[in-house]
């Protein structure tokens, strides 16, 4: 869960153990997430009406990351009853047997789109990998467009994760969204060497792509949609981009108590009403396929579901990267190296 | 004699308690990260993970590339690094104190805001371009960040203070009248300093070196940052096989050749440091 975290330290630091009271009524629960607004928008949204039905308050911390629920599970104390994850993260700890099977009989959620409702997990935020541009530069229509650097002429920034990044050099190679995977990443990555004079910068955090933008440091960037959606001076289409979702995963032995509670939390992010306010902190959506008439309609074209958006997009295949992410480093730190 | 080690085992006492918490808090972690690397997933003793690295040389050429960058940003350090604390030696002690303030300050300041910094400074749209172009010595932004020069400048003002500082203090205990006795004799400025100046800063030098050299391995922020991510660390392959798919057998087996360059490196230095000494 980079993508709105700065650049954190690479330990995975033991968690300081929280005292609990050893009284039966639950007070308190927590959860590591992303932090930031986006941890802002689950207050909001979802915290606030869970804490009001149940009493039971969330106590969010953050950044969230594979290694540090794993380094929790390891040392036997679970201090956080939920974690949020990314979905090739989320397959990667269900894997290793670190999360719970989510009960959906009991959590009983109002409609939501069916690759949001895991088996082992809530997907309750999408967000979109998309081009955004200057809004000087000469605006490119597809991933052809973006990767033909002669007749766009500009620097381009791309992010340093193969994950987000391959398949739209296959996009531009040609291939059709829906014939994406499993993805041929040598291809691609001979498409992203036609352009590496241009690829000026790849980046780590969220909150470079736009600044790199802002700076006139680069004229064309593949971002996280809710870091460029906003800004002014940039311009943004999200044809042929990434949908991919944040899940809220319950910890692999959580107390009873906990897990109980965590259900009902689930429930409230299902309510369309609460992602829309969750929503209002952070132009990310929630999975309501009835969230659009509730959005401010001069904004509808910022978030990553709106109906006119979700269907120009390809769904993020998590699956696939558990399988062989590690093999597609392998040949990202190459290619990397001969930048 | 009897009560020298009777001092000793009495001071022993007092550090006992620095001593378990190191071993527990400290060496103890070490060592399972170190056995880690040697875990199979089916249990038992197994040095597959190390076979991975052989077999996979991208390992093998980002940690070259760690070295090489880290020679490299060394050798700015001393570049820079030497010269400047000869000037400071020759300073009347007060202006001394500033410049010794100049040089200890971006100790207070995070890494990451130095990082962050250098982009207003160096950037397409920074002061130093736009001042390169309003003078009209370029007409269009020099790139100096988003490359390794870029990692260079970052590291180089992150890790001046570790070589200037013992480089300093060594220079100042420096005898002036060992100069004047070796002028007195007729030798050159340039003779006494590679005869006599030279000579008595260098093991000072070699430390501090060593010491930039081997914070430079571990470098994170400023590599992915000012490197635009063109400048691959070791430390970088870490997060990712520790963070993002847990191949934490993988990270220490990989740790621990670094671990071990590292210690051979030191060794090294160690057996030229006691060559020169004899």
Not at chain 1, 257 to 281: D, H, I, R, T
Not at chain 2, 15 to 44: D, E, H, R
Request: glycine content about 6%; some cysteine; hydrophobic content about 50%.
């Amino acid at each position: 869960m980079k993508r709105r975290a700065l650049i954190a330290g690479a330990s995975a630091l033991p968690l300081v153990s929280v005292i609990r009271p050893a009284s039966a009524q639950l007070r308190e629960m927590r959860m590591v997430e992303s932090g930031g607004k986006s941890g802002e928008s689950i207050d909001v949204g979802y915290a606030a009406p869970f804490t009001a039905k149940t009493g039971i308050k969330l106590v969010r911390e953050s950044p969230a990351s594979l290694g540090k629920l794993q380094a929790m599970i390891a040392s036997g104390r679970i201090t956080s009853a939920s974690v949020e994850l990314g979905s090739g993260t989320m397959v990667q700890a269900r894997k290793l047997g670190l999360i719970e099977k989510l009960d959906w009989a009991a959590i009983n959620p109002m409609p939501m789109f069916p690759e949001a409702k895991n088996e082992h997990g809530f997907g309750y935020q999408y967000f979109s990998t998309i081009m955004a541009w200057r809004k000087a530069a000469k605006a490119p229509a597809n991933w052809v467009d973006f990767f033909n650097t002669k007749d766009f002429p500009g620097k381009r920034a791309i992010p340093d994760y193969p994950a987000y990044t391959i398949a739209f050099a296959l996009l531009a190679d040609g291939v059709p969204m829906d014939k994406l995977f499993p993805l041929d990443v040598d291809r691609a990555l001979k498409k992203l060497l036609s352009i590496r004079r241009d690829i000026s910068v790849l980046w780590k955090a969220g909150a470079q792509a736009p600044q790199l933008l802002k700076d006139n440091e680069v004229q064309y960037a593949i971002a996280w949609s809710g870091r460029v959606v906003e800004e002014p001076d940039l311009a943004y289409s999200f044809s042929g981009g990434m949908a991919d979702l944040s899940f809220i995963c319950t910890v692999k032995g959580a107390p009873k108590a906990e897990q109980e509670a965590m259900n009902k939390l689930y429930y409230e992010m299902s309510v369309p009403e609460n992602q829309a306010k969750a929503a209002g902190v952070i132009a990310y959506t929630g999975p309501s396929p009835a969230l659009d008439p509730l959005l401010p309609k001069d904004k509808l074209g910022m978030f990553p579901t709106a109906k006119a958006n979700k269907d120009v997009q390809w769904v993020q295949n998590a699956e696939w990267w558990a399988e062989n992410g590690e093999s597609a480093n392998k040949k990202w730190e190459e290619f990397k190296l001969s930048l | 004699m009897a009560a020298i080690l009777a001092e000793r085992r009495h001071g022993f006492g007092f550090v006992t308690p620095l001593l378990v918490v190191m071993l527990a808090a400290f060496n103890l972690p070490i060592l399972y990260m170190l056995a880690l690397g040697f875990w199979s997933k089916q249990g038992g003793f197994t040095t597959e993970h190390y076979a991975a690295l052989l077999d996979a040389p991208i390992y093998l050429r980002v940690l070259a590339n760690t070295l090489r960058v880290s020679v490299v940003a060394m050798l700015v350090n001393i570049a820079i690094g030497y010269p400047l604390a000869y000037w400071m030696r020759g300073l009347s002690p007060r202006a001394q104190f500033i410049a010794l303030a100049c040089v200890i300050t971006p100790f207070w300041i995070s890494v990451l805001v130095r990082t962050y910094a250098w982009i207003v400074v160096l950037g397409n749209n920074g002061m130093v371009n736009r001042l390169l172009q309003w003078t009209g010595l370029t007409d269009s932004p020099v790139s100096f960040l988003y490359n390794e020069l870029g990692v260079m400048i970052g590291m180089a003002n992150v890790l001046l203070p570790f070589l200037v500082l013992p480089l300093f203090a060594a220079m100042l205990r420096i005898d002036d009248r060992l100069m004047q006795a070796a002028a007195s004799m007729g030798a050159p400025p340039s003779t006494i300093f590679l005869k006599v100046f030279l000579p008595l800063t260098l093991p000072a030098l070699a430390s501090g070196a060593l010491l930039v050299f081997i914070l430079c391995l571990g470098f994170y922020v400023t590599p992915a940052i000012l490197g635009g991510g063109k400048v691959p660390m070791i430390s970088n392959l870490l997060d990712f096989l520790i963070n993002q798919i847990p191949r934490w057998e993988q990270a220490s087996a990989l740790s621990t050749l670094l671990l071990i360059v590292t210690l051979l490196i030191f060794a090294a230095y160690r057996a030229l440091d006691r060559k020169v000494g004899a």
